[in-house]
């Protein structure tokens, strides 16, 4: 079982990421999947959740400027991050849990000018 985040990078506030997740050993649509990030300094924090239905919920902070996405034939999960602000600045990981647990290596995300 293996999970692989692609797609980080610097990007100015107001600006977009694409994150990517991929998937090895087991089927991505088969339970929830979740987006967590961690903060220089802060423990990890929910993002959002789509459901095996493809429901989407999405953290307060966030709410309105991602979007969660999976394609199921790539068996790889999206997080479209719009909008973006300094306090967004985080480690992002997917994760087969809310509390992260058997998340991936990660991918960085900084937003700065």
């Known amino acids: 079982v293996q999970l692989v985040e692609s797609g980080g990078g610097l990007v100015q506030p107001g600006g977009s990421l694409r994150l990517s997740c991929t998937a090895s050993?087991?089927?991505?649509?088969?339970?929830?999947m979740y987006w967590v990030r961690q903060a220089p300094g802060k423990g990890l924090e929910w993002v959002s959740t789509?459901?095996?239905?493809?429901?989407?919920f999405f953290s307060n902070s966030v709410k309105g400027r991602f979007a969660i996405s999976r394609d199921n034939a790539k068996n790889t999960m999206y997080l479209q991050m719009n909008g973006l602000k300094p306090d967004d600045t985080a480690v992002y990981y997917c994760a087969r849990s809310a509390s992260g647990a058997d998340r991936g290596q990660g991918t960085q995300v900084t937003v700065s000018s």
């Open positions: 050993g087991f089927s991505l649509r088969a339970s929830d």
């Open positions: 789509i459901t095996p239905s493809a429901l989407s």
